[in-house]
């Protein structure tokens, strides 16, 4: 039981560049997110899928899109890589039920430069 | 709207001192309320919950108690051990809502 799996671990990208986080979990869990976590500023949530077929803003979307390709899998896409998304990302997933208990990715290392 | 407030970092201890470190939130309702710890390198792991007012939530240790009147939810440790070394986050999901969102983190290091 792998449990959250996210590729790759380490990224570097120039600015404009595109490329897709991968995410995947074998609980068969409903619910996926998208974070970023910064400096200071904990983590904040990109976007969600509530469960397979639905996806959702979070609080900072901009420049992102995502594909819950499955139910197993959720990937972020950054279009056109600004300096600004410098960061660690992280997947996480839930049951889907209220309150939520997530279970996180190892995360993903990306520099834009 | 939602938001939680840690206390500053990072904060630095010797083996065998108690730990406290506080977290107050803003919030509608009856949110629940979490600590995850992050180690050197890793994902987050959730620590603990409580899912309503005067829970206590406990594990390695750790314990934490929801308060609605102070809307606090304060980690403590009798004991801490160098393992304990990590960054620590307080997080509350909104009521319905299946989000989480987070504290700024708090780094800990334990000396031997």
Known sequence: ?113 | GNSVTQMEGPVTLSEEAFLTINCTYTATGYPSLFWYVQYPGEGLQLLLKATKADDKGSNKGFEATYRKETTSFHLEKGSVQVSDSAVYFCALSPQGAQKLVFGQGTRLTINP
Request: proline share 5%; glycine share 8%; hydrophobic share 25%.
């Open chain 1, 1 to 113: 039981n792998a449990g959250v799996t996210q590729t790759p671990k380490f990224q570097v990208l120039k600015t404009g560049q595109s490329m897709t986080l991968q995410c995947a979990q074998d609980m068969n869990h409903n619910s996926m997110y998208w974070y970023r976590q910064d400096p200071g500023m904990g983590l904040r949530l990109i976007y969600y899928s509530a469960s397979e077929g639905t996806t959702d803003k979070g609080e900072v979307p901009n420049g992102y899109n995502v594909s819950r390709l499955n139910k197993r899998e959720f990937s972020l896409r950054l279009e056109s890589a600004a300096p600004s998304q410098t960061s660690v990302y992280f997947c996480a997933s839930s049951e889907g039920r209220t309150p939520t208990t997530q279970y996180f990715g190892p995360g993903t290392r990306l520099t834009v430069l």
